[in-house]
């Protein structure tokens, strides 16, 4: 058994996909464990034995091939079974694309249990994962790839369990056209309402959306994708830090540097020291 917390800073700061920890237990009869209020995704699958979650004023039996989400700012906690606790494998995740993901295989706050076919697979994945740590470079994109490998493989099997065809309604649709409106004209003067006035919808609505489905206001996102663009560009480009400013849409060095620390926790300067 095992539980890792992942220290990387790129990871830690990637918009799409920000993985904190995760770990597998095997648990003794009636473990007990309270989550708290956290910022991030906790996604659990059960490999065996049984339990019960309680979640946002709702109980459910859990068992094995069983999966569940806690959601950020839920209050929750679940216990394993007397006479036959669970061995569970955990992750704790958040980002746009894992929030895309999760919309894709209906796992919400409202909906926090799925199912999983192949358990082995399951726990393959996250073995795997542990012995990421032995591997010097390339190691963040190794997580990456697992952590995007186990979302499909649940959107999978949630198509396969419901019988219908993923089809993206009018409330998805917006929301990607956003992001990929952003993702693509970040480095240039856009602003929130010039977001919503391409796709065709109000601001209100447009923070609307983002808030439901992403936990994050269309703001936050814009600030928080242009500062991880520059820690790419921190790590792998020679540029100066003006420059680099410059390419993510800031016109003035100062607001850059103060919405840097702000996100990351140290100024540009300090981050491409530490990460050099």
Known sequence: MYSYAVESEF??????????YFGKEKCIPRHFWIPGQNNYYIMCFVLSGNGALF???????ISRGTGFLITPQKYSYYIS??????TFCWIGFTGVSASLCLSK?????????FYFKDIDLIENVFDTMSNCNQITIGKDLKYLSLVYFLLSQIIEDSAKRSMINLKENAYDVY????VDYITKNYPYPININSVAKQICI?????????????????????????ISKACEFLINSSRTINEIAYDVGYNDFRSFSKAFKKSIGVSPKEYKSKCS
Do not use: C, H, T
């Open 11 to 20: 990871l830690r700061s990637n918009i799409d996909l920000s993985i904190y």
């Open 55 to 61: 979640y946002d004023n709702e109980s459910y039996e």
């Open 81 to 86: 079974d007397d006479g036959n606790p669970w």
């Open 105 to 113: 295989a209906y796992i919400s706050g409202k909906n926090p249990i």
């Open 175 to 178: 929301i990607k056209q956003a």
């Open 202 to 226: 109000s601001r209100k609505y447009l923070s609307k959306i983002f808030k439901e489905a992403l936990n994050i206001s269309p703001k936050e996102f814009l600030i928080k994708y242009r």
